[in-house]
């Protein structure tokens, strides 16, 4: 049962992490740091894409390593032939 668990829960963290790649993909396509209504590029709008950028990756990278560390411990069995203290 704890295995199963562990399995799931790190199957939601990558499903959490893969949230977060699709909506990194959407803001970029959408044009990412241009909030400002601004025709030209300017410092403050690349500055605003650039850390939801890193923001987002950081986010997903994050989320992934824990939903693999989780998943990793629920697929590895423990190892019956250790003698518990």
């Given at each position: 049962?704890?295995?199963?668990?562990?399995?799931?829960?790190?199957?939601?963290?990558?499903?959490?992490?893969?949230?977060?790649?699709l909506?990194?993909?959407?803001?970029?396509?959408?044009?990412?740091?241009l909030?400002?209504?601004?025709?030209?590029?300017?410092?403050?709008?690349?500055?605003?894409?650039?850390?939801?950028?890193?923001g987002?990756?950081?986010?997903s990278?994050?989320?992934?390593?824990i939903?693999?560390?989780?998943?990793?411990?629920?697929i590895?069995?423990?190892?019956?032939?250790?003698?518990?203290?």
């Amino acid at each position: 049962m704890k295995r199963t668990l562990l399995v799931a829960a790190g199957l939601c963290w990558m499903l959490f992490a893969f949230g977060f790649l699709l909506l990194l993909y959407n803001y970029l396509v959408q044009g990412a740091g241009l909030q400002f209504w601004i025709p030209i590029v300017s410092s403050g709008s690349v500055l605003i894409g650039l850390v939801h950028f890193v923001g987002l990756s950081a986010a997903s990278l994050l989320c992934f390593a824990i939903g693999s560390g989780l998943w990793a411990r629920g697929i590895v069995r423990p190892d019956s032939k250790r003698e518990k203290p």
